[in-house]
């Protein structure tokens, strides 16, 4: 307590009440700046932290949209799988149906071919003559014949066919007896 009383006597007052102002100020500037200082290194750890945050989002989110990525790619390889099976089903059954058709056309060109037959061996052989409604029956099933890829053999025949003295309207009862099977009897 001595040095207070040493302090009193040999220094004014008014100039301890300046030294004790003097050192509050300065404690004062000096709390300041120490809070400047702190609040600059929050804001920039928490900078900091808020960068580092969101760099984790960010990569979480790329993991996210990987993660989504490689379920998509799953479905799409499966979509791609099925649609290869798909594809090769139909394939097998256009196949089928292309046999098909193939079986089905032979048989209508056979089909054909044996009525130009039987159709040629009827007007040329037995009956000589043929009317204009039969031919053109026979002209048809030929343009049914020849578009199923049918061959030349039937060719000849149809000239032969063409070649026939055409049933006229006079000729008509006699034709029409011979149509039948009747004996004709000529008066």
């Known amino acids: 307590m001595s040095e207070l009383n040493n302090l009193f006597s040999s220094y004014p ?3 301890l009440i300046l030294l004790i102002v003097g ?22 750890v928490g900078e900091r932290y808020r960068r580092q945050e969101r760099w984790d989002n960010f990569d ?9 990525f490689d379920n998509h790619i799953t479905a799409v390889a499966g979509k791609i799988d099925d649609l290869k099976k798909q594809n090769e089903q139909t394939h097998q059954r256009q196949e089928q149906m292309d046999r098909s058709l193939t079986l089905v056309q032979e048989r209508l060109q056979e089909t054909a071919r044996g009525y130009l037959l039987d159709a040629h ?8 003559k043929i ?4 031919l053109q029956s026979i002209e048809r099933r030929y343009l049914f014949y020849k578009t199923a890829g049918g061959d030349t053999f039937i060719d000849h025949l149809m000239e032969e066919i063409r070649a026939l003295p055409r049933v006229n309207y006079y000729d008509k009862d006699q034709s029409s007896a011979k149509y039948r099977g ?4 000529n008066d």
Not at 23 to 42: H, P, V
Not at 121 to 128: M, R, S, T
Not at 182 to 185: F, H, L, R
């Open 13 to 15: 007052l008014s100039e």
């Open 23 to 44: 050192l509050l100020a300065a404690g004062k500037s000096i709390w300041s700046l120490f809070e400047f200082w702190l609040q600059k290194i929050d804001i920039h």
């Open 60 to 68: 979480q989110k790329i993991d996210n949209l990987m993660a989504n």
């Open 121 to 128: 061996h009827k007007f040329c052989y037995e009956i000589g």
């Open 131 to 134: 009317d204009d409604l039969s």
């Open 182 to 185: 009747e004996d004709i009897k």
